[in-house]
């Protein structure tokens, strides 16, 4: 897969697109809840932790899935 | 009066008025605190929490939550002559029915002699307690049994409405009642489409007396990574495979290798979903059973039902079917136990995700179990699985009078090496 954006040039938008691609939701914002908030199910999950994987070259281990909670979280994560 | 159970919880007193509904889960430790140490911790945590104070009575106007007479969590304290003495007294405690209408509806075992590794076993009636509040009252359980734990003061809750209160507004008023009959069509048509490819090849109830037998396994640290990341790659969540995998090995060995529909039972964890979002601390059953038929090849590719599965779980959830599956469930379960006839599925599986315990903390939990009961009109074969300790624990349930011990460690094992090889291969 090409990487157009390696994972220090990586902003927080670039996530925010990643999820509102996802769950179909046109604005999404920084701070908003993946689950409680956007009503993502755990298959939406699987797929933005895998996107963001292949995209940014991060391995994301599954005992870690509980902490990310947010758009924020998973920007972070996405940094390392 | 506390409060009126909501259907969901209707449902699972239901069940547990013709056969026990208990879930029990088993907290291993290297090192135990003393058994009257843990009752008293056990004992303060019931002022905390509501529903520990609970019992369940029937109102006119259906089953209804009432403050238990007497209080107070009696822990039975049990000798562990071997080291899996404590699957006896799991077997034990998932038979023994609570008395529901005097409460309370939880109960403890200790399994040690003192000061070497003992087993903690917390029993409850499933109609107050879903996976989530179970795996957070035994890391409150620990931490109020350790030393100066005593001294600690425990938030008092307040009481919980039924999750049904909290539910998302499109299934709120008028909207409830549209959205359910458009569940309902589609309940109904796939009930007669099931019935007419099947045709009499389900297997049916066993006969009575049964008895409910366990049995465990786990995937090791390296087999637990590698079927992450090939289920990832996939994309597909663990629960689906576990499920495919479950679904295709009863097909082979239960089912002669038929092709044929299977139905299987999903549990989704609704406390995210509620508005607002109900915290794991607030103890309560907020969790909804959906109900699938997936036809099963017996030779079908793992990944191919697995994905399958996982469009089945998703386009159901995203309509909001979990919460329909939750206000019907009443009604489905009066129904099952009227007709005595049918099984409610092949298969049950809950994927509860990480279970965070301490490692470090006095009471070092070294291994962690959880069970939930059936009954002859329940699943198969069912599966309570978690990630613990970066490994996947397995832990199985299966109908003495329908199954052998040898049938079912066979069809353990078989899900066991299925799931290897995937991980291998990744």
Redesign the interface.
């Given at each position: 897969m090409t990487q157009d954006v390696t994972k220090d040039e990586l902003t927080i938008a670039e996530i925010q697109t990643l999820v509102s691609l996802q769950l179909g939701i046109a604005s999404v914002g920084e701070e908003d809840l993946l689950?409680?908030e956007l009503?993502a199910?755990?298959?939406?999950v699987?797929?933005l932790?895998?996107a963001v994987?292949d995209k940014y070259d991060v391995v994301i281990?599954?005992?870690e899935?509980?902490e990310i909670r947010s758009v924020r979280d998973l920007f972070e994560r996405a940094r390392g | 009066m506390m409060r009126r159970l909501d259907a969901f919880e209707s449902a699972l007193a239901l069940s547990d008025s013709v056969a026990p509904l208990n879930v029990v889960a088993v907290l291993r430790l290297a090192k135990g605190p003393p058994p009257d140490v843990l009752e008293q911790a056990l004992n303060r945590l019931q002022h905390r929490h509501p529903l520990l104070r609970a019992r369940i009575t029937q109102g006119v106007d259906g089953h209804v939550f009432e403050p238990s007479d007497p209080l107070g969590i009696a822990v039975r304290r049990a000798s562990r002559d071997r080291s899996d003495q404590w699957v006896d007294e799991a077997e034990a405690e998932l038979n023994q029915r609570f008395d529901a209408a005097a409460g309370p509806l939880m109960r403890g075992v200790y399994v040690g002699s003192g000061d070497g590794p003992c087993e903690v076993l917390l029993t409850f009636h499933h109609g107050i307690m879903d996976a989530a509040s179970a795996m957070h009252l035994c890391r409150e359980l620990l931490v109020a049994s350790e030393e100066g734990g005593a001294a600690q003061v425990l938030e008092l809750l307040p009481e919980q409405p039924a999750a049904e209160t909290f539910f998302p507004a499109s299934y709120q008023g008028w909207r409830r009642g549209a959205r359910l009959a458009v569940f309902a069509l589609r309940q109904v048509r796939g009930e007669i489409r099931d019935r007419w490819r099947v045709r009499g090849r389900w297997h049916p109830p066993p006969p009575e007396p049964c008895r409910g037998r366990i049995l465990s396994f786990q995937l090791s640290e390296a087999e637990t990574s590698g079927l992450t990341r090939c289920a990832r790659r996939h994309r597909v969540t663990l629960h689906s495979v576990f499920d495919a995998a479950m679904l295709l090995t009863v097909a082979r060995h239960r089912y002669g290798g038929q092709s044929l529909p299977l139905r299987h039972l999903v549990f989704a964890n609704l406390r995210p979903y509620l508005d607002p979002p109900v915290s794991d601390e607030n103890l309560g059953a907020y969790f909804a059973m959906l109900r699938f038929s997936t036809a099963v090849h017996p030779q079908r590719e793992l990944w191919e039902l697995a994905a399958e599965i996982n469009r089945e779980v998703y386009t159901a959830s995203k309509r909001g079917e979990k919460f329909a599956f939750s206000l019907t469930s009443a009604m489905m379960m009066r129904n099952i136990l009227r007709l005595g006839s049918q099984r409610m599925a092949a298969t049950a599986l809950s994927y509860t995700g990480v279970a965070k315990l301490d490692r470090d903390s006095p009471f070092p939990v070294v291994g962690l179990h959880a069970f939930v009961s059936s009954f002859r009109l329940g699943p198969e074969y069912t599966a309570q699985v978690r990630l613990f300790a970066g490994r996947l624990w397995w832990d199985i349930l299966y109908l003495d009078s329908e199954m052998e011990p040898a049938e079912a460690e066979q069809l353990a094992d078989e899900i066991r090496k299925l799931l290897s090889v995937e991980a291998a291969v990744s």
């Open positions: 689950v409680s009503g199910e755990s298959a939406d699987v797929n932790i895998a994987e281990a599954e005992d899935i509980p | -």
